[in-house]
């Protein structure tokens, strides 16, 4: 793990745990995943963001994939009350560090996201740009043994 300040706040990596990635999803989305599916998503995401005011966490950002391929931005989240100040702006760019060190020299790499429509022009702002390609989901209903 390592640690950088923006002004009051500290800037963490792969430090985000399942608890504080839970309490920030439902500060905006409503109820999370369980804890347990939560602790497997943070043990096998490729790099997590997180951001601190004092004890208090009020952003996360992820990086899952491959790290050769694909790479995708999950879970960009900043309490409303700390939107608006560059936390946002912050996090995206450390994410885009992450594939800038860790992806193949010499190569293009795809780093992709899903954004709901509003969401768009706060991304577009990096350079993503939206393709005709559609989202399809299925949530599958793993069986209780
Ligand atoms: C989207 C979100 C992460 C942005 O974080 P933020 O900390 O408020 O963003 P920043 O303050 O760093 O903004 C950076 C720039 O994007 C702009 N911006 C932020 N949200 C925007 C939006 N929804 N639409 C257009 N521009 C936006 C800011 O005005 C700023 O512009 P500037 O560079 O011209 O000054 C935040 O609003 C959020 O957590 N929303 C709820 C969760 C969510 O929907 N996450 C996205 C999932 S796809």
Redesign the pocket.
Same mark, same amino acid.
């Given at each position: 793990m390592n640690e950088e300040t923006m002004g009051n706040l500290t800037i963490r990596h792969n430090a985000l745990c399942a608890e504080e990635f839970i309490l920030l999803w439902e500060s905006?989305?409503g109820k999370a995943p369980s804890l347990e599916q939560t602790r497997l998503a943070m043990a096998h995401t490729l790099f997590r963001v997180s951001v601190f005011d004092g004890d208090r966490i009020v #952003?996360m950002?992820r990086m899952i994939g491959d790290l050769g391929l694909d790479y995708y931005?999950k879970?960009?989240?900043?309490? $409303?009350e =700390?939107?608006? +100040? #560059?936390? #946002? +702006?912050? /996090?995206?760019r450390e994410l885009l560090r992450f594939v800038e060190e860790n992806g193949v020299p010499g190569t293009n790499i795809a780093v992709e996201?899903?954004? /709901?429509p509003? &969401?768009? $022009?706060? =991304?577009? &702002?990096f350079g993503f740009r939206a393709n005709e390609a559609q989202r399809l989901r299925l949530m599958y209903e793993v069986k209780e043994s």
């Open positions: 905006v989305w #952003g950002a931005i879970d960009v989240i900043v309490l $409303p =700390y939107q608006e +100040r #560059g936390i #946002g +702006r912050h /996090m995206i996201l899903c954004a /709901m509003d &969401k768009i $022009p706060f =991304y577009e &702002k």
